[in-house]
């Protein structure tokens, strides 16, 4: 069964630091582009990060840059993201997903596994 199991959700406060986890199962995962997304109320689900498969190195959003990263756990098949310096613009529900061949794509279109997702809360 393919599946996607988003952790790591919480409250903090502005400034703080969050790290999510995804563990995948039923899928490839090494040949699968992996990608963080996030989506919060009244707004459309944006993209956070993509690894991409060929390079290994992850597209940060612009609004993350030099606060987020990515990481691959390729023995455990799971992703992480490292949340730094939270604002409060970052609160939303954070989900991973996945989508088979290269290249990544970058909209939420291109993905057809999804995570349930994890809600960060950010208060001030």
């Known amino acids: 069964q393919v599946q996607l199991v988003e952790s790591g959700g919480g409250s903090v406060q502005a400034g703080g630091s969050l790290k999510l986890a995804c563990a995948a199962s039923?899928?490839?995962?090494?040949?699968?582009?992996m990608a963080w997304f996030r989506q919060a109320p009244g707004k459309q689900r944006e993209r956070v990060a993509v690894?991409?498969?060929?390079?290994?190195?992850?597209v940060y959003a612009t609004s993350v840059k030099g606060r987020f990263i990515f990481s691959q756990d390729n023995a455990k098949n799971t992703i992480y993201l490292q949340m730094n310096t939270l604002t409060l613009e970052d609160a939303a529900m954070y989900y991973c997903a996945a989508h088979s061949g290269a290249p990544c794509g970058l909209t939420r279109f291109n993905y057809d596994i999804w995570g349930q997702g994890t809600q960060v809360a950010v208060s001030s």
């Open positions: 690894n991409y498969i060929d390079t290994g190195r992850p």
């Open positions: 039923g899928f490839s995962f090494t040949t699968y582009c």
